[in-house]
């Protein structure tokens, strides 16, 4: 699914230069689910970035199902983001105005996709995460777990081929945190998705089959459990 | 999803959408009253001049008088009366008791030959052609010391002032004064000239075969107690009156004359035979004014040709100074609050895109284009101008019912063109007239000149009625979505430089 090869990220800050990801290759299968751990500021996020086509590597470059997603443009990105690429964010990210429902819908509009197959498919994401019930609750109506799941509905409804969640479970208590593993878990499972899951928690990274360790903008292989 | 998502944004950020829109709603209805004030304006200073020059005259040509004693008028100029010593008659104490009557044009202004009005006729673009002889009788009666009593062949030379009437003693001397507008009207030509804004009061109007007869200004002959059947004495000669007219304007208005003869007893009795001082003139639409105007100067190089807009900036009194307020002060109040009530949107706009930095980070991280997360900030400014601009509306139109309810009455008179004369305000006849002796002549002047014809004297009270018309409620409300639509380029032009990674940004 993804190859990355000798990708470095560098950011610019004034006169200092950080070096964000140093020269990072990996390979990853279709249907694998990958767990990223690291401390703080290792360049776990920056290497999510650099998957989900948020951004480009300095050098490097990052291939998605054949296509290098370094050499795409702003539009090419838009679009490999719309169809491909489910995003989960620490900080669940729902649109505060919008219910539930419609926040899953959000994910459909680029697609073009007509009002009444947007609804029903949206409502079977949410159905699929044990929210069916919740549609029109606004995203403050609910409990940090409850928004995690919208937040995960919205980012499979579109059916994508990766899904990259960066600290899903970083706001959430432990009882929460494990529910949302599980989901994720299950999803993977019946679905068959690649999926990326960064997380500073080992607790979590263990459920993962395959886990790596970023430091300092450096990758490495842990073993398997 | 767009106008869910801009209904719920709108809604939900409604104490920043009410300030906006109410700042816009402010600037639209202060640009509503500023343009329908100044239209109620207009209208009004046309009314002045309807009263004067009639309805559905576009252009009027007069002849400005050439000079004192110019003109064909000759004979000391208007309102001068010449005594010889042979006038009048001598009474045993040594005074002697003279009446006289002049008729003579207007002040200021000049005769010239009918022969103008078919040269108008044949003119392209005009429709409709009038002309009229606007005179002024004064009539004398008094007594004056016997003229050996001043001094030996002496002569006397009375100079009334152009005030409606005097009356005055110098020394001995006790005399009367009377004064009285007379217009020379062509009674088949109705279409255009100061009798389209007068209605018949009483009796009947003006005849194509009528010779010899008066209509009165019902004002004016209410005044000297007048009524149809009796006469009228004009140029020294007694007219009956067959009719009185009232001018449509409004309650109280005098119409442009005291009294209107036919055009041919007019210039049988001034002398001026063949002659005429004002043609008004109608054309055939608005945008053949001016050149219409041109071409009547060109075959009339020493006529003063005038449009309704060259006069209505001849139309005095408190028109004027609104006029002035509304074109000027209004203009500009309208210009800085509209620019700040702009700014406010584009302020608000921007910092809304700010606060929302990793919202639409999030929507470009799930694949929404540039131009649609730009085209929903956009949409709900441009939404936001819509409400703020149908809010002025309302405001607009609120304020304009109030103005309007207010009654606020202009006055106004109309100096222009030779037809009518006068100082501003009238004001009270001066007493009798200062007595001048010098190389065995008495002049007896007034004191200063004022108002002739009526139109001037009594200025015309209007009360402003202020229009809205639905073009500038559309303009209105198009420039308040212009300033939603300015506030959504600042704010879409944000972001759209906002990057997708925003999204990851976990600063809560
Ligand atoms: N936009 C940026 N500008 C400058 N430095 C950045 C930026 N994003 C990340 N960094 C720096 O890059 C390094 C890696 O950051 P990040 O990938 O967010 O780490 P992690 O997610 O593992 O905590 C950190 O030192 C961080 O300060
Ligand atoms: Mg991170």
Same mark, same amino acid.
């Given at each position: ?14 006169? /200092?230069?950080?070096? =964000? #990801?140093?020269? !990072?290759? &990996? ?5 694998? $689910? ?86 029903? /498919?949206?409502?079977? =994401? #949410?159905?699929? !995460?044990? &929210? ?5 609750? $606004? ?87 | ?33 500023v343009?329908?004030v100044s239209?109620g304006v207009k209208?009004a200073q ?266 209505a900036e001849n139309v005095t009194g408190t028109l004027s100074t609104a006029s002035d307020l509304v074109g000027t002060l209004g203009t500009w109040l ?76 202009l006055?106004g ?51 402003l ?44």
């Amino acid at each position: 699914m993804y190859q990355i090869d000798d990708v470095t990220k560098t950011y610019q800050q004034g006169r /200092r230069v950080v070096r =964000a #990801l140093r020269g !990072v290759s &990996l390979t990853i299968g279709a249907g694998e $689910l990958v767990a990223v751990q690291g401390p703080t500021g290792g360049g776990k996020s920056t290497l999510l970035q650099m998957l989900g086509g948020l951004d480009r590597p300095t050098s490097g470059t990052v291939t998605l199902d054949g296509a290098d997603l370094a050499g795409m443009t702003d539009a090419q990105l838009t679009a490999a983001r719309a169809g491909t690429i489910g995003f989960v964010f620490q900080t669940f990210n729902l649109i505060p105005t919008l219910t539930a429902l419609e926040n899953v819908e959000t994910a459909l509009v680029p697609a073009k996709v007509a009002r009444q197959t947007r609804t029903s /498919r949206a409502q079977a =994401a #949410l159905d699929a !995460v044990g &929210l069916g019930d919740r549609g029109d609750h $606004l995203p403050g109506e609910l409990s940090g777990g409850q928004q995690q799941r919208v937040a995960i509905a919205r980012a499979l409804v579109k059916n994508p081929k990766v899904l990259l969640a960066d600290e899903p479970t970083g706001n959430l208590d432990e009882e929460t945190r494990d529910e949302i593993v599980d989901l994720i878990e299950g999803l993977w499972k019946d679905q068959g998705l690649t999926i990326v899951l960064v997380t500073h928690d080992s607790v979590v990274a263990r459920r993962a089959p395959r886990r790596l360790r970023i430091a300092k903008g450096t990758l490495k292989e842990l073993p398997s459990p | 999803m767009f106008f869910t998502y801009l209904r719920r944004e709108l809604r939900n950020r409604r104490k920043q959408t009410v300030v906006v829109a109410i700042g816009l709603a402010v600037a639209i209805a202060l640009v509503i009253v500023v343009n329908a004030v100044s239209t109620g304006v207009k209208d009004a200073q046309s009314e002045v001049l309807e009263s004067v020059y009639g309805v559905g005259t576009d252009v009027t040509v007069t002849q400005p008088a050439a000079g004192p004693g110019g003109g064909p008028g000759e004979g000391g100029g208007p309102g001068r009366f010449d005594f010889g010593e042979d006038d009048g008659e001598a009474s045993a104490d040594g005074m002697r008791s003279l009446t006289q009557d002049r008729l003579d044009p207007v002040m200021g202004s000049a005769t010239f030959d009918s022969s103008a009005l078919d040269t108008i006729t044949d003119l392209e673009h005009v429709s409709g052609v009038a002309a009229t002889l606007a005179l002024q009788n004064m009539s004398f009666s008094g007594e004056l010391p016997d003229f050996e009593a001043l001094q030996e062949g002496g002569r006397v030379t009375l100079r009334a002032g152009p005030d409606s009437s005097g009356e005055a003693s110098t020394g001995d001397s006790s005399f009367e004064i009377e004064q009285l507008t007379v217009t020379g009207v062509d009674p088949g030509a109705a279409a255009v000239g100061p009798l389209t804004t007068a209605e018949l009061a009483d009796g009947r109007t003006l005849e194509a075969d009528d010779e010899d007869v008066a209509v009165l200004d019902a004002t004016y002959a209410e005044q000297q107690e007048l009524a149809v059947g009796d006469t009228v004495t004009v140029g020294g000669e007694e007219l009956e009156i067959v009719g009185t007219v009232t001018s449509t304007t409004g309650d109280g208005v005098a119409t442009a004359a005291d009294a209107y003869v036919p055009l041919a007893t007019a210039q049988r009795l001034a002398d001026l035979d063949g002659q005429v001082s004002d043609v008004y003139v109608q054309v055939d639409s608005a945008e053949n004014v001016d050149a219409v105007a041109g071409a009547i100067e060109d075959v009339l190089p020493d006529a003063s040709v005038s449009t309704q807009a060259d006069l209505a900036e001849n139309v005095t009194g408190t028109l004027s100074t609104a006029s002035d307020l509304v074109g000027t002060l209004g203009t500009w109040l309208g210009a800085i609050v509209l620019a700040a009530a702009f700014g406010l949107a584009i302020l608000f706009t921007v910092s809304g895109v700010n606060r929302r930095t990793r919202e639409l980070g999030t929507l470009k991280a799930l694949g929404w284009s540039r131009g649609r997360v730009v085209g929903q900030v956009a949409g709900e400014s441009v939404v936001q101008g819509l409400v703020g601009g149908v809010a002025g509306v309302a405001l607009g139109a609120l304020a304009v019912w109030a103005v309007n309810l207010a009654g606020i009455t202009l006055s106004g008179g109309a100096s222009a063109g030779g037809f009518v004369l006068g100082g501003p305000g009238g004001g009270p006849p001066p007493e009798g007239g200062a007595a001048v002796q010098d190389a065995g002549a008495a002049t007896f002047g007034a004191a200063r000149p004022v108002g002739v014809a009526d139109a001037a004297n009594d200025a015309v009270d209007i009360v402003l009625q202020a229009p809205v018309s639905p073009w500038i409620v559309l303009a209105a409300v198009g420039l308040a979505v212009l300033g939603g639509l300015l506030a959504g380029v600042f704010g879409g032009r944000r972001a759209a430089r906002l990057r997708p990674v925003e999204a990851l940004r976990s600063l809560a």
